[in-house]
């Protein structure tokens, strides 16, 4: 059954929303409790920190077959068949309902798509002021792969240490990378700090001891 909130009492409560990015397997996911007042915009910096992507490719939503996002950038190159984009600032997490979906894309070259659920709005004894990441499974692919062909043979490349590509391959991805690696207390803190400018991320996974000094005395 579908529960309906009153606006009063719903802008009181956080939001717990999975986000889960499709077409890989095993799926790479991230359950979020943020603050009801956050808008698209403030969304889509939270789902970047989640799951640690660069944030400079362009991104969208689309709830309802409606297209949401930065509509300046949007509609620069858009032509009269384009559909037309709806202003991101104007949607608040306390306008859903609990039970509903709808899609994230980010980077429109790899065509990154992101299913995100809102599960509940929580009662908490205190609204928070930023977002929290309370679980999560597995690592995004690495920024520009190619989408999910380009993730598949990047996986094969760097599985096989006697493939020709091995070498090049895993000194752009930063020196090592593992499909099932989830940083909790990284995505927890890059979270929180979210909607900060100027805050530095780590770009890459952190690399175990044995890993690291194995990769620096390949270089």
Known sequence: MTIVYSCDVKSRKPVQIRVSIDEIEPNAWRRLVLPVHWNLEHLHLGIQAAFNWWNYHL???????????????????????????????????????????????????????????????????????HGTCVAGERARPPEDVGGVSGYERFLEIIADPEDPEYAETIRWCGGYFDAEWFGFSIANKDLRNALRSNVKRRIYQPKPKAVQKKYLASI
């Open 59 to 129: 991104y969208e939503f689309c709830i309802g077959g409606l297209r949401y996002g930065d509509v300046e950038t949007l509609t620069d190159d858009a032509t009269d068949d384009d559909r037309r984009v709806f202003d991101q600032r104007e949607v608040q997490l306390l306008d859903f309902e609990r039970g509903a979906v709808f899609s994230y894309q980010y980077d429109f070259g790899d065509g990154w798509r992101h299913t995100v659920a809102v599960e509940e709005f929580l009662t908490l004894t205190a609204t928070p002021k």
